[in-house]
């Protein structure tokens, strides 16, 4: 034990002497600067989000102002620009103070980076900007992308971060998306199918209904036509099958289909109109 740590005196010395004062001071001075830049680079871009966060809430008082979807995007989209700035300039100065790396040596390796694996990068931003150009999808957007529904969180330079119904967050780059379907522009359809009993009067469940669905439009400001009740759309052993249709605003389609099955439930059950249930007749012998 007693050799071991003569030893490691030894080794610390020899290292303390390799390392004047003049290189012990060059380090600590280097570090320092590192830390400070890092720090710099971190407050930058807390500041600059908070900046865009203000503008993109601003500016729905401008003449010429955005509907929500596209500022949200348009601020995901500003504040990817500036992570990745800030990171670039930051590199390149951290670079330039450590190694001496000027701007020409500093772009000569870029250039270098590009040709042997920045290719998807560059593939991705480009990819990127027709997207936003295009309008294909917005922050928000319910969208089909790669076999993968989701709601668009946001849309970077290199990549879309889009989060299914199950709580999964799927980051997709940009490069890589040939095919999108967006489920959010324009008005959506909704069906809903209600089964009575073979013995009930169609005729008096088809008017309750009706009542329900006049009254739940004029409730519901998101519903743009109907519902209306299309008709009998299915004979069964048990049952008679009636549907109600509509249309409504994008993304409320699930809630207003829930509330109006709820009500017609409802309405139902207070006319005394049964549902088909599962019946066994019993013949009895002479």
Known sequence: MKNNIYLFNIQWHKLLDYIDDEKLY???????????????????????NKVINRFVEKQSEMKFSLDERKSKTLGAVLKSI????????????????????????????????????????????????FILFEDQYAVGDYVTIQDKNGIVESIELRITRMRDFNGDLHIIPNGSIREVTNH??????????????????????ILAIKEVCNKFKDENENIVDGP??????????????????????????????????????????????????PRIRILKEE
């Open 82 to 129: 500036l992570k990745y700035s800030v990171y670039f300039f930051g590199i390149f100065i951290i670079m330039e103070m450590l190694f001496g790396i000027q701007g020409l040596t500093f772009a000569s390796i870029g250039g270098v980076a590009i040709g042997f694996g920045a290719q998807n990068i560059v593939k991705d931003i480009i990819n990127g900007f």
């Open 26 to 48: 060059k380090i600590l001075y280097n570090t320092i600067r590192v830390v400070i830049i890092l720090i710099l680079m971190y407050i930058i871009i807390k500041v600059g």
């Open 184 to 205: 959010s522009r324009g008005n959506r359809g909704i069906s809903v199918d209600v089964d009575i009993a073979n013995d009930e009067n169609v005729d008096k469940a």
């Open 228 to 277: 209306n009740v299309s008709g009998i759309v299915q004979l069964k052993e048990t049952g008679t099958t009636i549907r109600i249709v509509g249309k409504v605003k994008p993304m409320t389609q699930w809630d207003i289909e829930m509330e109006l099955r709820k009500r017609i439930k409802d309405v139902l059950d207070k006319e005394n109109i049964s549902r088909p249930y």
